[in-house]
């Protein structure tokens, strides 16, 4: 930049920010489109997503009402017939069962496959795929991802799959479909951006080049209207630069701008140099008296020096004591902290088992709903036992009717009716031994419902205190966190009291440095003391080269 002239520097001046800027316009619209085009084709894709996994979702839904019916009833043969007939989604989509152990019960699209143990196999990419099928139904329920080959490629595609365990059983029960076309919309979407991009970046190029031109105009306009003017004004100075000093020399100031300016702060700079002569002039006369005076000043600051000395041996001595007592300080300080961190790891560790009685707690309040359903649907088949009976109860009272008289008959007939009766009194007193069956059997489901509804009773007053229990401990949990918190201010206010006793113990140990060095300054300044008369003799003769020096130039 040195070399430069003062019309180059004026055109580096405006056309460098101004390209600065146009580059970082340019840089920074780039990024953030590009920022935008991610965050786009992530959202985008995240949205088919989740729509893919509502539609799975609403399909697992169907499959468990299909099949609770009959896995209800015990007919878990049914329950697997159903699952097989299923389909969605152009008869391509399909479900499966695995048990816990990682036998497949159902297969939907090969029914070959079902009984073989799955339990090692994995996809083309390594993962233990029905091991995480279970684990996902233990967790109840997930959605998982992975790469499989569809029929007729090499290449594995990635597919959407949802599991969820089948109440009552150890079943797992699964299904999915490939959510390839996601990853094709979104690279569409990514290649339609890239082109509004690069189309964007031209428009803003031109209109970067066009500005540039415009501004190399306008500067140069400028530069011409400032480089005449000052060109003169160098003139003149190297003529005052010529004159030997003399300090009564002026230049212009007709001129109206910056350069007038400059003028006029010329000449009043010559004229503070011309009184400045003046000035010193005069003081050169005084700087030879004031050096006999300091020659007598000198003396008084020797005894100063000596008192500086004693004094700064007693000040080192307290400093060393005040460091001694920061150190202490830091020490319990970081004792205190140390204290406050393992508060606060304990507080931690009772806030994760807090936690994990929560997750119990609620388990086993499901656990219990689950039961009370249990138990209704038990109640309800019972009150269907009750209308078997009482048909049983109506054949019998009709066959003990029929067998009566089927006796009478029998006894008409006299001698030939005789084996007849016989029969007909076996059959009566099958009908009696029925009817009283029935009876106690009626007996026995209307105890048994009785029970069912008192056991929902007692589960329900359970789930209820599972439910405060909950509640008692998520309390429990938030005093764990405010007191976790108040470990944490009181571990940061030790850190701090800590680290300001450490700064404290710095600062007394640069305050004893410093006093030592005060004591060394001290010594040698009474050593040069010494030697302040000779420098008022020098002090003299440069009082007299001054004058000469002073005379050269033309103040008057």
């Not at 299904?175 to 094709?184: N, P, S, V």
């Not at 003046?278 to 003081?283: G, M, N, P």
């Not at 003396?299 to 100063?304: R, S, T, V, Y």
């Not at 009772?350 to 936690?355: E, I, M």
């Amino acid at each position: 930049m040195k070399g430069l002239s003062i019309k180059q520097k004026i055109l580096a001046l405006a056309m460098l920010p101004l390209l600065l800027l146009a580059l970082a316009g340019v840089w920074t619209g780039f990024d953030q489109a590009r920022d935008l085009r991610d965050l786009g084709r992530d959202t985008l894709r995240q949205s088919l997503l989740d729509a893919r996994r509502d539609q799975l979702a609403n399909y697992m839904e169907l499959a468990l009402s299909a099949v609770e019916p009959a896995l209800a009833r015990g007919e878990p043969e049914r329950a697997k017939d159903l699952l097989r007939a299923l389909r969605f989604d152009g008869d391509s989509g399909y479900f499966f069962v695995y048990d816990t152990h990682g036998v497949q019960v159902v297969s939907g699209d090969n029914p070959s496959r079902e009984g073989n143990d799955y339990w090692s196999s994995s996809t083309p990419d390594g993962r233990a795929l029905v091991q995480e099928y279970i684990e996902a139904a233990k967790r109840g329920g997930d959605y998982l991802e992975y790469g499989w080959t569809k029929p007729g490629q090499d290449a594995p595609s990635p597919k959407l799959a949802h599991v969820v365990p089948v109440p009552g059983t150890d079943w797992v029960l699964g299904t999915g479909f490939y959510i390839d076309d996601l990853d094709a919309l979104v690279a569409a979407l990514d290649e339609e951006f890239a082109g509004a991009l690069r189309e964007s970046l031209m428009r803003g190029g031109f209109s970067v080049v066009l500005l540039l031109g415009l501004v190399v105009g306008l500067v140069m306009l400028l530069v011409r209207s400032i480089h005449a003017p000052l060109g003169q004004a160098v003139s003149t100075m190297e003529d005052i630069a010529r004159g030997e000093g003399d300090l009564t020399r002026r230049l212009d100031e007709s001129s109206g701008h910056e350069l007038g300016a400059l003028a006029t702060s010329f000449n009043r700079f010559a004229e503070q140099v011309r009184h400045l002569v003046r000035q010193t002039r005069e003081s050169s006369d005084t700087l030879g008296r004031a050096s006999e005076e300091l020659e007598a000043f000198m003396a008084g600051i020797g005894q100063g020096i000596d008192t500086q000395h004693r004094e700064s041996d007693q000040l080192a001595t307290a400093t060393e004591e005040m460091s001694g007592a920061a150190q202490q300080i830091a020490g319990s300080a970081s004792s205190a902290a140390q204290a406050a961190r393992d508060a606060e790891h304990r507080v931690d560790e009772a806030r994760s088992l807090v936690g994990g009685a929560t997750a119990e707690i609620r388990g086993l309040e499901g656990q219990v709903a689950e039961g009370v359903a249990t138990i209704r649907q038990l109640g309800s088949e019972s009150e269907n036992i009750g209308g078997v009976l009482d048909v049983i109860r109506g054949v019998a009272e009709q066959i003990n009717l029929l067998a009566l008289n089927a006796a009478i008959e029998a006894a008409r007939a006299g001698e030939q009716g005789r084996g007849f009766a016989v029969v007909a009194d076996e059959v009566r007193t099958l009908a009696g031994r029925t009817q009283s069956s029935t009876a106690e059997i009626q007996g026995m489901i209307e105890r048994l419902q009785g029970g069912a509804r008192e056991a929902i009773a007692v589960i329900e007053q359970i789930r209820q205190g599972c439910a405060r229990s909950v509640a008692e401990v998520a309390r429990v949990g938030q005093a764990l966190e405010a007191i976790s918190e108040a470990a944490g201010i009181i571990n940061g206010m030790n850190a701090q009291i800590a680290d300001a006793a450490a700064e404290q113990t710095r600062v007394c140990e640069s305050i004893n440095h410093n006093v030592h060095q005060i004591v060394t300054i001290a010594q040698h300044t009474a050593e040069s003391s010494h030697t302040a008369n000779g420098i008022t003799q020098r002090l003299a003769e440069m009082a007299g080269g001054l004058q000469r020096l002073v005379g050269r130039y033309r103040a008057d």
